[in-house]
């Protein structure tokens, strides 16, 4: 038995079976355990606000304590229902947060995790939140250390784990070549709207391009890489496009998209023709496991035109791509553009790096 099984084991000893987060690769395997509960035991939320406030509301109909996971990337979205709705000077609502500690101290990791990873401590001390950082001698214990002041403080309590702490299983998951390999439109993006600005999302969509770009040219010049604010590229890509002429193309993906989709409205209400959006919809997390996404719910077309999105293209095949890419790129935004993907990236894909340049660059 695993860590993550073990884990889910010391939970339901205690009566703990709800859980509801974001994915996260730290968490990576007890995500995926996740997954095969039942659909009113597991929820997968749009963003991590979102699961803290689905968590309470679960906790208002049991009176039992659920789980809530997410990166700490994601911290900063649960502070709002945290601080201001089921903190115990408000309603006081128990829970127990998993939190994926990126940037942890002494872990080698990514620029963007710095930061965060940094404060992350401090600001579950700022909220009074107790926390344990998992050791995995004693994490029996702790869990029901934390479980247990939850209960009596009626407040939330968190459970950090560094990278390394869960097993990865390896993944023998056989993706479906049904769709278009995303490192292929990525390519033909660039080479048939060589003069766009592109604002990539957080995740493979971002190392991709930063991929295919290195091989291509030496400098780069028309990307911004979204290597942190998960959800947020098409509000930066709206902001772009209002102060240049150039066309902006936003590449977005679904759990991006679904995380603030809100900004989509807003974007449609105040872009203009310049502005292209880009979905790279694989229906799942794939950066951080392939968990599922609720996309599949939604009528792009009918969504985006609803909102005033002057066009809609989808696109499924490989062989359209040129067609539809030119006819997208010629169309007067603000156009939306649903890719359907194949999961799966490409292999040993590099790090971003040298942040400062990719600014330089960009704005130059
Ligand atoms: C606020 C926040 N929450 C969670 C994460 C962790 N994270 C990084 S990429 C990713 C998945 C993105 O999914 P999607 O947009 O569908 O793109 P895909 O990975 O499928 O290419 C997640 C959850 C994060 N970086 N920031």
């Known amino acids: 038995m695993d860590t993550s099984q073990k884990i889910l084991k010391i939970l339901k000893k205690n009566r703990i079976e709800f859980f509801t987060g974001v994915p996260d690769s730290v968490l990576e395997n007890f995500c995926n355990s996740l997954t095969k509960l039942n659909k009113n035991k597991h929820i997968i939320s749009a963003n991590e606000g979102g699961a803290v406030s689905i968590a309470a509301g679960y906790n208002l109909s049991t009176k039992k304590i659920p789980v809530v996971y997410f990166q700490n990337s994601g911290l900063g979205n649960t502070i709002n229902p945290i601080a ?7 309603y006081g609502i128990p829970m127990i947060l998993f939190i994926g500690w990126r940037g942890a101290l002494n872990i080698k990791d990514e620029i963007q995790h710095k930061v965060q990873g940094k404060i992350t401590l401090e600001q579950l001390n700022l909220l009074n939140i107790k926390y344990k950082i998992f050791n995995k001698n004693s994490f029996n214990k702790q869990l029901k250390q934390l479980i247990k ?27 479906s070549k049904k769709y278009i390999n995303r490192s292929h439109f990525i390519s033909k993006l660039i080479s048939i709207s060589k003069r766009s600005k592109i604002i990539a999302t957080t995740g493979f969509t971002s190392r991709e391009l930063f991929q295919i770009r290195q091989k291509k040219e030496n400098k780069i010049k028309n990307d911004f890489y979204m290597v942190g604010g998960m959800g947020h590229s098409s509000m930066v890509a709206l902001g772009y496009s209002l102060g240049s002429k150039k066309q902006t193309v936003c590449l977005d993906g679904d759990g991006s998209f679904l995380m603030h ?45 609803s909102i005033g999105y002057k066009k809609y293209f989808i696109l499924k095949d490989s062989k359209l791509i040129k067609h539809t890419l030119n006819l997208f790129i010629k169309s007067k935004g603000p156009s939306f553009l649903n890719v359907l993907i194949n999961p799966g990236s490409l292999k040993n894909l590099m790090r971003i790096k040298n942040l400062g340049e990719i600014k330089k660059n960009f704005t130059s």
Request: glycine content about 6%.
């Open 261 to 305: 989709m809100g900004a989509l409205a807003i974007s449609s209400k105040f872009a203009t023709k310049n502005f292209k959006y880009i979905l790279l919809n694989n229906s799942c997390h794939e950066s951080v496991g392939g968990q599922p996404t609720a996309v599949d719910k939604i009528n792009l077309k009918l969504f985006s035109e």
């Open 149 to 175: 002041y939850s209960k009596k403080s009626n407040h939330p309590v968190a459970f950090l784990f560094k990278k390394g702490d869960l097993e990865t299983v390896k993944n023998n998951k056989k993706n």
């Open 84 to 90: 201001s709705l089921i903190h115990k000077e408000i």
